[in-house]
């Protein structure tokens, strides 16, 4: 039996594009011959838009030939609480407690989101009941899979607080899938204890600056052998890329001219750009040098499917606390002469290698300042 998961759609009527992601991914149960589509958690945004919109979704799930399964997540849980009605083939988990279904003869465990412990400790009573069989289990929570669980454990009554699973949870279960919910960015390769695997499938649309990388669904297959998930890529929906630009005093037009090859030549109608742009300047003035930023990514704007700038964080060197300052001087007086300066270049072979040298120097020196202004301006 195989099965496509997904999680944290966030459907809001603003978001259109969020919308036809979620269209690709139930077309994807059909052309990868899936007997279910598994949702977990924060299909809706909030309870408002899932009242906007419960007319749409019911009609698309309705669609998909497979069965569907819902949990509520936190954004969405009040959603789910009086039973609406998704279409005849569609289950969701609608109140406080555990579900189990069953698909192909697979069980399947929903579980919704509820804060601390209590969603693991759920999950654990069902899951525990079944003998050998393959299970697979959709929660919305935080999952850590780290050796510190031991102390958590020891440690932590864990009734409070965010919804969270650890690795330890499932060291006696028997073989399964867990689908999570909660974190906005696949998990590649799933997470392996024993015999169980689990993973996030992030969101099918990307949401926010975080949420870098390829738009995944999980394609799970459940056999008599065990649980084999793999992440697929959904096509048709971009990726966002974060990528990072630093001012450091002298070097500005440099920068900008690094920043303007990027941004004609390495655009991309399939990537949502996040320009993340950071440092001092002591050349030209703050305002000038986001003017000139803002009018670069105005001039290549299309040729992304879109460029976002968020906050420019440019700051003149003369905001240095004095610690910097003085660091930055010292490397000033330590720059090496000019190549034409230096004795002896006459030979050809010295003139080469002086260059090498001084390109060596000025990429050491670019480090160097670059790391001063980024661990030491940064305190003001």
Known sequence: MKLLHTADVHLTPGAPERMEAFRTVCRMVQELACAALVVAGDLFDSPEAALDLRAEVRELLESVE???????????????????????????????????????????????????????????????????SPLVALVHANFYSSSLSACYFLKENGHSGAACLWDRDFEDFPPSYIALGHWHNPTLPAFAVNDVRAAY?????????????????????????GVFPQGVKIPGVPRRERVPFFFVPGEEEKTLEEMRLFLERGGSDQVILDLEVDGWVANVSEEACAGEILSLVDRYRDRWRDVNTGTLRITGVSALPGIARRCLQFLRESEPPAVDALEDCGEPCLRELAREVREDREGIYRQALSFIMRYLGTVK
């Open 66 to 132: 497979g069965e569907v399964f819902v949990i509520p997540g936190n954004h969405d849980a009040e959603a789910f609480r009086s039973g609406e009605y998704y279409g005849r083939n569609v289950h969701v988990c609608c109140g406080p407690e555990a579900f189990r279904w069953e698909v192909d003869g697979v069980p399947v465990v929903g579980v919704p989101y509820l804060p601390g412990r209590e969603g693991g400790e759920a999950l654990r009573r069902l899951a525990l009941r079944q003998e050998s």
């Open 201 to 225: 499938s992030g969101t099918p649309y990307p949401l926010a600056r975080r949420e870098t990388g390829e738009r995944r669904v999980f394609l799970v297959e459940v056999s008599p052998e």
